[in-house]
């Protein structure tokens, strides 16, 4: 038993952590693609903004796509919401609410890297620093998962905190699928085909997969392999069906701890039916952006009814 | 103005106290480098823990630390036992002061306290007259503000009935002593404080409203994560593994107070406020507090739910009442108080108030209903004309302040870049009442950090210091 504004605070303190590092990581992807063109690079700016959501309210504020502006503004911004500072502090906010269902260790680890961080980003970021900032938000957000995995003890508290992290994390990835596909194919008939294009790799270092994509495929980037890779491999720490095969596990170990079924439990297990069923050929027939914008419907609806269903709204 | 002050370590007459022989012999041997760095690891510990406070009204700061002194203040045996003595009395007398003023008012009838400072007073609830809570206990956790002026002279500065703050600094304090200085440990032996967090839990089960039924479920409720406590809030509730409240997790459910958790509303028994007053039910009290649970009074004095400390007891420490302590305490024990009151001028005497308004410069004056350091003059240290403005506010209300000499408080050494160098103390132990009264051995020693300084409180810049009882 947990307080339900205790569950609340685990779900959204893991969801900021989680959005935090996606952040560095879609900086990260946007600056090797930067570096690796010859002309100007802010179609790949404006894309990584699209990934992040957050290409609206950016364009409210700046006027060029450069490495600068994007950078401080997905990183240092705190007006963005979802800036990796603004998250970060989002994120202690929720640990400091709920401290005491968190080990003396992971609660140090968040408010250490919140400390770091707001350290490192009170000024706007060198250019020739980036790399090394970048690093250090990863470093940090690394150490706080390795101390909440490795003190946590398996219960509710690490039940929800898993929620929040893969309901994010699935949202996360499929809107970096949807927004580079469309970016980045220039046409239906591409799909089947094998392209030399040096974007491809940013899809997959922005879900920190450039090199495990190898593994399982070969060296060329498909993008049918790719889709495949970010939906439906099972093994892939940030797929769909990854995301989803811990998200219905947690679920299930709420469900006999408490003795109670609920609304997002059927949501989520027929999410996961869906994906285990689905072939990634059927995904492209049906139409790829209409199957990740009813993920991401769908998704969305989950991290509602977990929310309804367990008190924390 | 420098008071000559009795220093507990080192005093001018006498020459090194016992109590600090043993540790003053390990601080020669060290070098006082390694000091300097330890002082520096002493504060990131702290910033790591995320030990701090609030202070009110500071934008920027809005997370500061209290500054920690790494040389320990330290009691000898004896002189704790007869500290404590006088506390337990002193204690007694309180809760039975409480009892009596929401009851018979015996102490009214026998003039012994006048009338109008009850009946006018804000800390007195008219809610809580002919309530008695469960064990019959009004304050559970008091923190008694104790200064020191000469080897045997120990004065009640005041007494701290509502909500005590400080102990998780107490706590945190040893905790960081005992990683900076493990051999200092084992060299000496200091009396522990760490089970505080257990004799706490313990003695809040132990006033259990009477109908609960098995293990009571007890929470610690919080104003929130804003508030300049919190970091205790939290410290305390998760060294006693119960669960940190806010009104918004509570509300009254089938005539019990529930909190809202994942699996439902579940019955809370005992519920540890650090919740003023005025907020702890808007049906009752101040209709716009949203910190508080709409209709927890009607619980309480249906006997279901144990409010610890019990809505009211402020009468007791009110600063107007202090005064009268010394009466208080006689009256309800037959025996004269063990431990001294500080001689007090009530400004609303004509009398007083034409003493005071002469003395002003060599006084200290503090509102009746102040704390926190705030609203306070300090006359030797203060300029003609604060003094000058201070007497108009002083003429405007006199009801309001109370006047004290200025007390040359004890001081301790601290370590600053010169070395050693003595700075004023006070003390603030910690006591449970249950069926018991129980007092950890040791509390939050608080310090002046400022030289010649007399205000300790943190929010004033005072820090604090690891306060040792030995076990001698």
């Known amino acids: 038993m947990l307080l339900g504004r205790t569950a609340n605070g685990l779900y959204w303190m893991n969801r900021y952590i989680e959005r935090a590092e996606n952040m560095a990581r879609l900086v990260d992807a946007g600056l090797r693609m930067a570096l690796t063109r010859t002309q100007s690079a802010s179609e790949e700016w404006s894309s990584v903004l699209l990934s992040a959501g957050s290409d609206v309210t950016f364009s409210q504020k700046y006027s060029d796509y450069t490495a600068a502006n994007v950078a401080d503004f997905l990183l240092r911004d705190t007006s963005n919401p979802s800036s990796t500072m603004a998250a970060i502090e989002t994120a202690r906010n929720n640990a400091r609410m709920v401290r005491t269902a968190l080990t003396r260790e992971t609660w140090e680890s968040i408010n250490e890297a919140w400390m770091a961080l707001k350290r490192m980003l009170a000024k706007p970021i060198d250019e020739r620093d980036l790399p090394s900032v970048l690093d250090a938000i990863k470093r940090e957000t690394a150490l706080i998962r390795g101390s909440f995995y490795g003190t946590m003890l398996r219960n509710e508290i690490f039940d929800f905190s898993q929620l929040g992290t893969y309901v994010e994390r699935a949202d996360n990835t499929a809107r970096i699928l949807d927004v580079k596909y469309y970016v980045l194919l220039p046409s239906i008939s591409w799909v089947g085909s094998t392209l030399d294009n040096y974007q491809w790799e940013s899809i997959l270092r922005s879900v920190s997969a450039h090199r495990s994509y190898r593994w399982v495929y070969d060296a060329d980037y498909k993008p049918t392999n790719i889709a495949d890779y970010l939906i439906l491999n099972v093994r892939m720490p940030r797929s769909l069906t990854f995301c989803y095969r811990f998200l219905c596990e947690h679920l299930k170990f709420l469900g006999d701890d408490y003795g109670e079924r609920h609304a997002c439990h059927a949501t989520a297990e027929k999410t996961q039916t869906m994906l285990r069923a689905g072939s990634i050929k059927d995904i492209f027939d049906a139409g790829l952006h209409e199957f990740l914008a009813a993920f991401i419907r769908d998704n969305t609806k989950l991290g509602n009814e977990i929310a309804q269903d367990y008190r924390f709204n | ?472």
């Open chain 2, 1 to 472: 103005m420098r008071l000559a002050a009795f220093d507990e370590m080192l005093p001018e007459v006498s020459g090194l106290r016992r109590p600090y022989s043993a540790y003053d012999r390990w601080l020669k041997e060290q070098d006082p480098a390694r000091l300097t760095e330890k002082m520096q690891d002493a504060e990131r510990v702290f910033r790591k823990t995320g030990i701090t406070f609030a202070v009110y009204g500071e934008q920027e700061a809005s997370e500061r630390l209290i500054p920690f002194d790494i040389v320990p203040r330290i009691i000898s045996g004896n002189e704790w036992r007869r500290l404590t003595q006088g506390i337990e009395q002193r204690v007694q007398a309180l809760n039975a002061f409480l009892d009596d003023i929401y009851h018979r008012q015996e102490i009214l009838r026998a003039g012994r306290v006048p009338t109008e400072l009850i009946a006018r007073n804000e800390a007195f609830l008219p809610e809580m007259i002919g309530v008695r809570p469960p064990a019959g206990v009004y304050t559970h956790i008091i923190g008694v503000d104790i200064v020191r002026i000469s080897e045997d002279e120990f004065y009640v500065l005041e007494d701290n009935a509502r909500t005590p703050s400080g102990v998780s600094y107490m706590l945190e304090n040893r905790e960081t002593m005992m990683q900076l200085f493990p051999e200092l440990f084992q060299k000496i032996k200091v009396r522990p404080v760490e089970n505080y967090p257990q004799l706490l839990r313990q003695s809040l089960a132990a006033v259990r409203p009477q109908g609960t039924k098995g293990a009571p479920t007890i929470a610690v409720l919080t104003p929130g994560s804003y508030n300049s406590a919190y970091f205790e809030h939290a410290f305390l509730a998760d060294q006693m593994g119960v669960q940190l409240v806010e009104g918004q997790d509570l509300r009254v459910v089938d005539g019990h107070v529930a909190m809202r958790t994942t699996e439902g509303y579940k019955q809370i028994d005992v519920l540890y406020r650090r919740v003023d007053d005025s907020f702890l039910d808007p049906l009752t009290f101040r209709p716009d507090s949203a910190l508080g649970v709409p209709g927890i009074m009607d619980v309480y004095r249906a006997g279901n739910i144990t409010i610890a400390n019990a809505p009211g007891t402020g009468i007791a420490d009110d600063k107007a009442i202090y005064s009268y302590m010394p009466e208080i305490v006689e009256f309800y024990t037959g025996r004269k108080a063990i431990l001294g009151n500080i001689p007090t001028w009530r400004c609303s005497e004509p009398d007083s108030l034409k003493y005071v308004l002469e003395h002003i410069h060599e006084l200290v004056i503090k509102e009746v209903h102040g704390s926190g350091g705030y609203g306070m003059l300090v006359g030797p240290a203060a300029t003609k004309k604060e003094c000058e403005a201070f007497a108009k506010k002083l003429q405007a209300k006199p009801s309001n302040y109370i006047a004290q000499p200025t007390l040359a408080l004890s001081t301790c050494p601290i370590l600053t870049d010169k070395g050693l160098a003595p700075r004023h103390v006070d003390l603030r132990p910690y006591v449970l009442v249950s069926d018991r009264i129980q007092i950890v051995p040791g509390g939050l020693t608080r310090v002046a950090l400022k030289e010649g300084s007399l205000v300790v409180n943190s929010s004033q810049g005072g820090g604090t210091k690891d306060t040792w009882v030995l076990d001698d």
